[in-house]
């Protein structure tokens, strides 16, 4: 199913498993969000909220700094300038490199301890999963 991004649910199991983590255990997501549409079923692949429900979730505040998993605290790359899949995945590596030592400010997640983001390039022949952790 499209409306789902199987590939991006295959390559976020993966990315957890090598990382040793669950989904519990992420604090912050960068996701790439061409458009609102492929950031919300982005926050549904990567297990942030179940299948179907991000519109739900984004409208409880479940994006905010102050939720239990802020996504696109940099303002993610519609607010970023979207460059490409390595563009947009590198701004999330960064970002939730700089979220990890506690050097974003204003947009600091606080006790942030495990990050992850994803990206895809043409249409979705690729889909990646990076995870980043304190203390790995």
């Not at 499209?2 to 669950?22: N, Q």
């Not at 790439?32 to 519109?55: N, Q, R, S, V």
Request: net charge negative; hydrophobic share 40%; glycine share 12%.
């Amino acid at each position: 199913d499209l409306a789902e991004f199987s590939a991006l649910r295959v390559a976020a199991r993966e990315a957890y498993e090598v990382a040793g983590i669950t989904r519990e255990e992420i604090d912050i997501v960068q996701t790439h969000d061409l458009t609102a549409y492929e950031g919300f079923m982005a926050i549904e692949a990567l297990g942030i909220c179940p299948i179907g429900k991000a519109k739900d979730y984004v409208a409880a505040r479940g994006m905010m700094l102050d939720s239990e998993c802020p996504v696109n605290t940099y303002g993610g790359g519609a607010a970023f300038g979207h460059g490409s899949v390595g563009c947009d995945f590198q701004a999330g590596v960064i970002e939730n490199f700089w979220q990890l030592r506690g050097e974003c400010c204003e947009r600091q997640v606080k006790k942030a301890r495990v990050g992850v983001n994803s990206s895809y390039g043409t249409h979705h022949s690729l889909d990646v999963v990076g995870v980043v952790q304190r203390g790995w």
